[in-house]
């Protein structure tokens, strides 16, 4: 039998792309030192490594569609290639382009511009592609603290800065503790299946039930785990200071990217692997998502630090979409990844606009940065409303459709009291969402420095609020392919 | 030929792992506090081994292997983070690092 396949190349493909371009990057990095703007063609570079990983990306999901396949097993069953995993990789593969997009002028203007950044964002993002795609516990595993460690070192980048460090020191210590949790579980799902595989488990775990002590330990450490990779309440503490440290690129890409893998592993490891014991693992779930829509909405009013706002903003994000993993129907499934792609678009697009604030001498990060924007850059400052406004769930925008399918999912499970409590945070939502308008357009400003808005920026700016707006008005695409994943990754 | 059943070292492990969370939480010294994550993926690391033991399987014996290359990649990450604020703030103890505090 031949140790590596055909079939092998098409699962491991795209990791295989990333981690080479990542090592390239390295590599050109010591050797470009001394050319002009040789950054410049280490960012395209990077891109080129993105866009060869798209390809490998689409020609696995061709492959699958042509065969008829709802999935596809490759690397002796450690990767599994179905609609979560392709959704995940897609969804972090754009949030990696829009992170070299905008990173390019925030580097330049704090001096910390090396190759290694964009380096670590590769290697980050083939951790994600294990994480999603990963149907074994060492691969999972190992996906994960791939992407763990890329992160903690971005989030530590700019070096001399000490809320940099501090940031990367917190998220750090708290990571590797719940990458801890998440192990102990794995090492007692081990001992009572006797397999790494994720489908002995499953029927493993269904044959003991939902009483047996060692089931109860380990659905409780991984929770805990999971839960602290999306920053869910009461777990969340480390996101405040991570995002309001980090540079705020990579902050929009902690936020959004190694979210949807996070979630990618729980609705692998949950509803998939550990269906059967549900009720065990629901009301961890159901304390959670209240307690992260109460914490994230009521901290996120009285914030002035932009940055920590948003993470505040994106634990109650979490909270919703953890609802639609409680109503657990195919209508929920399909909220949770309509969600996340919503998600995805408006928060890198509203992390966009904050690294724009960034420039010559002016940090950028707190409210009143934000004044008189809607006067010196009157573009800008519209599309960002239309970001906040679709991050509040207002419509016409795409995160009214997000909000609905969860609601609308939640009513049919007759969980009526999430349902009211959840709406009931949007209300509170929209005051502090509204604050940052209010800033831009009722405020006049405070300096006339030009925002660092390079070609990227601009591009990946238009790009999220164009798509947000489309997919508010015209949402049947979208729906169509929430439906498609939820159905093939059952 | 006397046997060490299998529940001795889940006992183990499992104390392991709950001093070091105890640790986690309590110790005030940054180095302490990530010794102390080091004495948690150990404790996993027992317990597999353990398991793998019991089974008479190899691949629990494997995943120790692969946990123990995660911690020292973590600790070469870790201990780099803890020298950088180190250089800048002139101190380990986490309750001065705070910065960040509203």
Same mark, same amino acid.
């Given at each position: ?25 390295? #590599? ?33 999901? @061709? ?25 995940? $990789? ?26 290694? !950044? ?10 994600? !592609? ?46 590797? =503790?719940?990458?801890?949790?998440? /192990? ?30 060692? #089931? ?26 991570? +995002? ?5 690129? =990579? ?33 961890? *779930? ?22 920590? *706002? ?28 309509? +969600?996340?792609?919503? !998600?995805?678009?408006? $928060? ?25 924007? @809607?006067?010196?850059?009157? =573009? ?44 009931? +945070?949007?209300?509170?939502?929209? +005051?502090? !969402?509204?604050?940052? #308008? ?34 508010? =008005? ?6 169509? /392919? ?9 | ?28 010294? %940054? ?49 780099? %983070? %803890? ?10 103890? %986490? ?8």
């Amino acid at each position: 039998m031949p140790v590596f396949t055909g079939s092998d190349m098409l699962t491991l493909l795209p990791a295989i792309v990333m981690c080479l371009f990542a090592c390239g990057t390295l #590599v050109l990095d010591v050797m470009g030192r001394r050319i002009p703007r040789g950054r410049r063609w280490l960012m395209l570079f990077g891109l080129c490594g993105l866009a060869i990983t798209g390809v490998s990306l689409w020609r696995q999901w @061709s492959a699958l569609a042509a065969g008829g396949l709802s999935q596809y097993t490759g690397a002796q069953g450690a990767v599994t290639l179905d609609g979560l995993g392709f959704f995940s $990789n897609a969804l972090v593969l754009g949030a990696t382009v829009l992170l070299f997009l905008t990173s390019y002028r925030f580097l330049e203007i704090t001096r910390e511009h090396s190759g290694e !950044y964009y380096s670590l964002a590769l290697f980050a993002q083939a951790g994600m !592609y294990f994480m999603a795609t990963a149907s074994e516990l060492i691969t999972l595993f190992l996906g994960l603290e791939l992407t763990s460690i890329s992160f903690y070192i971005l989030v530590g980048f700019t070096r001399v800065d000490r809320r940099s460090n501090e940031a990367a020191l917190k998220y750090l210590l708290l990571g590797a =503790v719940s990458s801890g949790f998440i /192990l102990y579980g794995f090492s007692l799902l081990y001992g009572i299946a006797g397999s790494t595989e994720l489908a002995d488990i499953s029927s493993a775990v269904s044959g003991r039930g939902a009483s047996d002590p060692f #089931v109860v330990v380990a659905v409780v450490t991984i929770v805990a785990g999971l839960l602290f990779k999306i920053s869910a309440v009461p777990f969340h503490m480390w996101a405040p200071d991570a +995002y309001d440290g980090a540079p705020t690129p =990579v902050t929009g890409h902690l936020s959004v990217a190694s979210k949807v893998a996070s979630f990618a592993v729980i609705l692998r490891l949950l509803p998939m692997t550990l269906g059967s014991v549900r009720s065990l693992w629901e009301p961890l *779930l159901i304390v959670a998502a209240v307690a992260s829509m109460t914490v994230g909405s009521i901290a996120a009013l009285t914030q002035h630090r932009l940055k920590r *706002l948003f993470a505040y903003s994106s634990i109650a994000h979490a909270g919703y979409i953890l609802l639609g993993i409680i109503a657990g129907t195919q209508m929920g499934l399909r909220g949770v990844y309509v +969600y996340l792609i919503v !998600y995805a678009l408006m $928060n890198l697009g509203a992390f966009t606009v904050l690294t724009a604030l960034h420039r010559h001498g002016i940090a950028g990060e707190d409210l009143h940065d934000l004044r008189g924007l @809607s006067t010196t850059r009157p =573009v800008h400052a519209a599309l960002f409303v239309v970001l906040l406004l679709s991050l509040a769930g207002m419509p016409p925008t795409a995160g009214f459709l997000a909000k609905y399918y969860i609601f609308t999912a939640l009513i049919e499970t007759r969980h009526y009291a999430l349902a009211v409590i959840a709406a009931a +945070y949007v209300v509170v939502s929209l +005051y502090f !969402y509204f604050r940052l #308008v209010r800033e831009m357009y009722m405020r006049p400003a405070e300096t006339r420095e030009p925002l660092a808005a390079s070609l990227g920026i601009r591009l990946s700016l238009y790009a999220t609020a164009a798509l947000t707006l489309f997919i508010g =008005v015209f949402p049947e695409p979208v729906l169509r /392919l929430g439906f498609r994943i939820s159905g093939v990754g059952q | 030929m006397h046997h060490v059943p299998l529940s001795w070292y889940l006992i183990l492990s499992a104390i392991l792992f709950a001093l070091g969370i105890a640790g986690f939480i309590y110790r005030k010294n %940054i180095i302490t506090v990530f010794m102390s994550i080091e004495l948690m993926l150990n404790a996993v690391n027992l317990s597999f081994v353990a398991f793998a033991y019991q089974l008479r399987q190899v691949d629990g014996q494997i995943y120790a292997f692969f946990v123990m290359v995660v911690a020292a990649a973590e600790a070469a990450v870790g201990l780099a %983070i %803890i020298l950088t604020v180190f250089k800048n703030r002139k101190t380990l103890q %986490i309750d001065e690092i705070d910065s960040m505090k509203l």
